[in-house]
């Protein structure tokens, strides 16, 4: 993984800077170099707090067409999802949440290695055995932030990917595998889903 340059100016004041929540601050001063896609392997683990609580993601297999990743502890225990990660949607799901399903998904473009203005397109169709849907979701990378877990303040790419549903944003950092947050908001319920990678920061 490439390392980030920050320049000494963004250090010293927020001029060009947007707050868009209680830890995250959108600044035009920060500069990162462009960021390639993390590499996965069979064992690796995502350990995050999804809306305060602990869960731990973990790679149990890997396809030709991507992985397999089983949620290992948690509330979720026992949900299990296949796909390319890394933003690209699921292909197939089975006890998340009381859910089961399948998507085909047709990608157009490539953000990786991620760099401010990059865009990518999903189209998608899916079924849970209930409903259908077809949807395209289109992802760019937004900017730079800098995202704030207990006193780490940690420099990100923000990528946001948005469909008809859903609006989608990931913040990845060059010094972690993993994204360092992630949410997903419902456009019509406005319901919302926060994860933050574990840092030893504790629940928020």
Known sequence: MKKLFIPFTALLGLAACQTMGNNVVRDTNVSLLSLDKPELSVGDNYTYYRNGSKETLTVTAEKADGFVFSVTEGDDVGCVTEGAGFISPETKWSDCGGSNGTQTITKTGEIWPLKVGKIMTFDVNGTDGKDTWSTTRNCVVEGVAMVTLGTKTIPTYEVVCKDTSN??????????KWPIKFTKVHKKRGLTENYELDLGQGAS
């Not at 609006?167 to 972690?176: E, K, V």
């Open 167 to 176: 609006t989608r944003t990931w913040f990845y950092s060059p010094d972690n």
